[in-house]
């Protein structure tokens, strides 16, 4: 089976311009997860989404950051206008949740997009 | 709050030689879940293990063992005979077992095997 899909995997952008990340989860997975590693803070949640509606975007470090997830199939993160700090790895990772309680989920993660806003 | 603490920012040892990876985390939930990922050079993040806060048994995966104790809040990652291909930055996390379960990552170890 496929894993977590991400696109691109690198990016070099200049300052200003619109990125769009993109996620396609593995195949029957019902949450996925948005996350950020850099050096400073390591890695932080972004924003997740179950059945497609996002739940909890507290992560999102501002307005210039949205995340969409239109279909089960694929998700994407969008800053706009982008700066020389949003440079890091950008994570997407999903998981089959079911139920609640004691059924903990594997969370899966793609292979990671490294952005570069100079 | 949930925290995960590795206070290990980097360890280098020798191939063939065991290493334990120390993991310490803090959560208010009586059950939760704890995972271990690995960052090789590469860049992706590979699930290795993940551990229920019910059950404390030790598990073996070949020359991966993992040793979770609850009354010390450690799950603590040991290599055995340690091989070159082990070397990258190992994540501890912990998730909360209610809502979508999102991680909490500790800072990582960075693991170094030296031929």
């Known amino acids: 089976d496929a894993g977590v899909i991400q696109s691109p995997r690198h990016e070099v952008t200049e300052m200003g311009q619109e990125v769009t990340l993109r996620c396609k989860p593995i195949?029957?997975?019902?949450?996925l997860f948005w996350y950020r590693q850099t050096m400073m803070r390591g890695l932080e949640l972004l924003i997740y989404f179950n059945n497609n509606v996002p739940i909890d975007d507290s992560g999102m470090p501002e307005d210039r950051f949205s995340a969409k997830m239109p279909n089960a199939s694929f998700s994407t993160l969008k800053i706009q206008p982008s700066e020389p700090r949003d440079s890091a790895v950008y994570f997407c990772?999903?998981?089959?949740?079911?139920?609640?309680?004691?059924?903990?989920?594997?969370?899966?993660f793609g292979e990671g997009s490294w952005l570069t806003v100079v | 709050a949930q925290k995960v603490t590795q206070a290990q920012t980097e360890i280098s040892v020798v191939e063939k030689e065991d290493v334990t990876l120390d993991c310490v985390y803090e959560?208010?939930?009586?059950?939760?879940?704890l995972f271990w990922y690995k960052q090789p050079p590469s860049g992706e993040l590979v699930f290795l293990i993940r551990?229920?806060?019910?059950?404390?048994q030790n598990e073996i995966s070949g020359r991966y063992s993992w040793n979770f104790q609850k009354s010390t809040s450690s799950f603590n990652f040991t290599i055995t005979a340690s091989q070159v291909v082990d070397s990258a930055v190992y994540f501890c996390a912990l998730s909360e077992p209610q809502g979508a379960q999102k991680l909490v990552f500790g800072q990582g170890t960075r693991l170094t095997i030296n031929p």
């Open positions: 551990r229920n806060s019910f059950d404390e």
């Open positions: 959560t208010r939930d009586t059950t939760y879940y």
């Open positions: 195949s029957g997975h019902n949450s």
């Open positions: 990772a999903s998981s089959l949740r079911v139920g609640y309680g004691r059924s903990g989920n594997t969370i899966y």
